[in-house]
């Protein structure tokens, strides 16, 4: 029976590899729809990860509770972090008070979060949240577009850090250390 149980395992780890694997190496091309609130400028997304050094993809998004619309290339100049979270992920409201400080600490050497919501699309219990949360940053909901821009966000949270320029110079996938953030916001502040 403990056989069975290994072997069984084995197949569903395997079955998972390939259905991430398939999903990073393949191609995929987004029409831009303005109603979706995407713009992919010159950009196609690509199916994986923003490389380091590249451009991070371009979006425009409506922010939470003002509904105002937030691009990407309205922030260049600024070093932003770009980070994939949700009202349901445990780790993501662990990192949430770090990116607050974060944001207070590095906000007038030119800092700039963006939270950008996946699979939550209700502004309301976004705005609810954000705020019993005391987030100081830029809250914006988010799409398939974007999260597919952005390699599908496999994992919660994500981040991409990226420098002044609009280049992306580190990520970090999953729950990490507030130290490790820091790190990476100086490096895209640089």
């Known amino acids: 029976m403990n056989r069975n149980v290994v072997v069984v395992l084995c197949v569903v780890v395997a079955i998972t590899a390939l259905l991430l694997f398939g999903k990073k190496a393949s191609k995929t091309k987004v029409a831009v729809d303005p109603t979706k609130q995407i713009v992919s400028g010159s950009q196609e997304p690509s199916g994986a990860d923003p490389a380091i050094g590249s451009f991070a993809p371009e979006f425009s998004l409506k922010s939470v509770p003002d509904g105002k619309t937030v691009t990407l290339s309205s922030l260049r100049g600024k070093a932003v972090v ?6 349901w992920c445990g780790p993501c409201k662990i990192e949430m008070p770090w990116l607050v400080d974060l944001q207070k600490k590095y906000g007038d050497q030119g800092l700039q979060i963006v939270g950008i919501t996946k699979e939550d699309y209700d502004e309301e219990t976004i705005a609810k949240f954000t ?8 809250v914006l909901v988010g799409n398939e577009q974007v999260v597919d821009l952005y390699g599908g966000v496999g994992g919660l949270p994500t981040s991409f850090f990226v420098n002044r320029s609009g280049k992306v110079v580190h990520e970090i996938i999953g729950l990490d250390s507030e130290s490790k953030f820091e790190d990476a916001i100086k490096k895209a502040l640089l």
Request: proline share 0%; hydrophobic share 45%; charged share 15%.
């Open 82 to 87: 770009v980070n994939f979270w949700a009202t």
């Open 131 to 138: 705020k019993k949360m005391g987030v100081n940053y830029t």
